[in-house]
């Protein structure tokens, strides 16, 4: 019983969904159902009356009429058809498009650490692999819904049909046994029964072995998908023919299309069983039918024109009943599949949202810190960070090194609200900034991270992070970030696009230049405090020492966080703090750290020193 009611709430959400993304649908599949019911019935009611009128040799003006009627509710009834169809079919689409907009937006706002999970990108393909293979969850009740109709009217209406022949009475006995008899009634109603009874049991044991081999098929899904990808990413095409990888990924598809084959036999095999078992019940069925009705009209009970109505309506109701049954299970089986969106559309976190607007100060003076900030990621014992103090003053430049894994990149997933510390707090202007608004706390922050992204649109576009660019302020950042030079080559400016992925026009950027463009980004965002975490790590030597001769100019009177493993690079910076294993062991100047020979700052400065050496004015350099 608890799962009936979880069906029926799951199903009345899903069709509440259906409303909000398209209302029209659902009186779509009403009407077409219902028109898609009766219209069968129509032709047997005509023709029956046609026949019992040549039979009898009745040609008169009503047998015209049925003829007459016969032809113009035929042609009628296939010109509602097709205009019901195309309808419903533009407004599913629709409604799918829709729901799949849903689904993106969700993946765009939800919070960053479901982004990270995998568990959540499973669960999302779990929900587009049951949709797109077992017709299951939205797509159930966006396609099923008029075949319910359908079902329903269709057993309604030749059930009518059936209950009137019962009950009409034999004028003569020409058959040996007595077709009249309410225990042929009986017999056809338990045949009728078992027939539900084992095609149920048949299709809930289909139902579950094709929901084993849809589940086994998601890890060869997302596996797939991931490969697709790499085929048309012209970055990894390099590697793929470089490193003669192409009998790897041939070994790859051929073992997911032998699964993928295999999954598909298989689901073909669990229906065929079904689909014979059937067969052979619903035709012996309507062999005792069809021997009752002529039974019935060789003895006078009804008209022999009749003999096509109620053989119509019998085989109609053997059809429909069962799908209707099917149908009714099917929406109960979806309850998981629906329960699934429904989880993943209504995900949410503990994370505080915080109200308090953010002070709008002219002299940009904001400062951050970092107060005994413990962090473990989500479903994980294991500290990244542990009691880590930092204080970002107004307009300093500060810079985090230390080895890979350290806990730098997670510092600034912290400040940046992607994730919230496990312990402490992280403060901005002496308060804690899960009390501020959220968006409004963003626009402090012009953020550059090593692993950035740009987008297949406008160089503009890319750089103001909007479809509304200011070009002199998006001029400006790309000349600051250093890529004037190649800016001036471009013909149609920031209208260029990046990369040929939607425009043969567009232009590849290397390594550099993608980051000179990050880059710009940040600066164009004239955000108080920025955060860069290794922003050089593309940039050839002669463009990584223009950008930190610029660095000053570049970020301005602004305050700056600057991680790095180029230790050459920091020591631009007013403050270093050294990150060792979650923690921060030394801080101060370049000069004070690398006086202290036994601080990891000095083993990680010596450990790079064959990289060094010094320019005239006797300050150290890349090489």
Known sequence: ????????????????????????????????????????????????????????????????????????????????????????????????????????????????????????????????????????????????????????????????????????????????????????????????????????????????????????????????????????????????????????????????????????????????????????????????????????????????????????ALNLFIQEFPSLLENVVDFINNTEPLKKLFDFLEMKTDRHEGTLPVEKRLDNEYTLEARNVSFAYPGSDEYVLKNVNLKLEVGEKLAIVGMNGSGKTTLIKLLCRLYDPTEGQILLNGIDIRKYDYQEYLRLLAVVFQDFQLYAFHLGENVAASKVVNEESAVGALEKAGFSERGRTLKDGLDTYLYKNYDESGIEVSGGEAQKIAMARAIYKKAPIVILDEPTAALDPLSEFEMYTNFSEVVGNRSAIYISHRLSSVRFCDRIAVFEQGAIIQEGTHSELVQKQDGKYFELWHAQAQYYQKDKAQEVVLV
């Not at 907009?101 to 929900?127: P, R, W």
């Open 1 to 312: 019983m608890s799962k009936l009611k979880e069906a029926i709430v799951m199903n009345r959400k899903g069709f509440a969904l259906m409303h909000q993304l398209e209302p029209r649908l659902f009186w779509s599949n009403v009407i077409q159902g219902t028109f898609e019911a009766v219209y069968p019935f129509i032709p047997f009611y005509f023709t029956a009356r046609i026949l019992t009128q040549l039979l009898e040799g009745s040609i008169n003006n009503q047998l015209w009429y049925y003829v007459i009627g016969a032809l113009v509710t035929s042609f009628l009834s296939a010109v509602i058809a097709n205009g019901l169809a195309h309808t419903r079919n533009a407004l599913y689409y629709r409604a799918t498009d829709k729901k799949e907009m849903l689904l993106n937006q969700k993946i765009i706002h939800m919070d960053y650490e479901f982004v990270e999970d995998t568990a959540v990108h499973e669960q999302l393909n779990s929900i587009r692999l049951t949709e797109m293979t077992g017709g299951m969850g939205m797509h159930r009740i966006f396609d099923a819904t008029k075949e319910l109709v359908k079902n329903l009217v269709s057993v309604i209406i030749s059930f009518i049909f059936i209950s009137s022949m019962i009950s009409t009475d034999s004028h003569v006995q020409l058959v040996l046994w007595d077709v009249d008899s309410n225990w042929i009634a009986v017999a056809f109603g338990v045949s009728l029964l078992f027939y539900l009874v084992v095609i149920l049991y048949m299709n809930q044991k289909t139902a579950k072995e094709i929901d084993r081999y849809l589940q086994g098929g998601i890890s060869v899904n997302n596996i797939f998908g991931y490969v697709n990808k790499l085929l048309f990413d012209f970055k990894s095409g390099k590697e793929i023919r470089l490193y003669k990888q192409h009998s790897y990924i041939d070994d790859i598809l051929n073992r997911l299309n032998s699964y993928t084959r295999e999954m598909l036999m298989g689901i073909v095999r669990a229906s065929s069983k079904t689909t014979i078992v059937s067969n052979v019940l619903s035709y012996a069925i309507l062999t005792f039918g069809y021997l009752w009705i002529i039974g019935k009209a060789l003895n006078g009970a009804i008209p022999s024109g009749a003999v096509i109505q109620y053989a119509g």
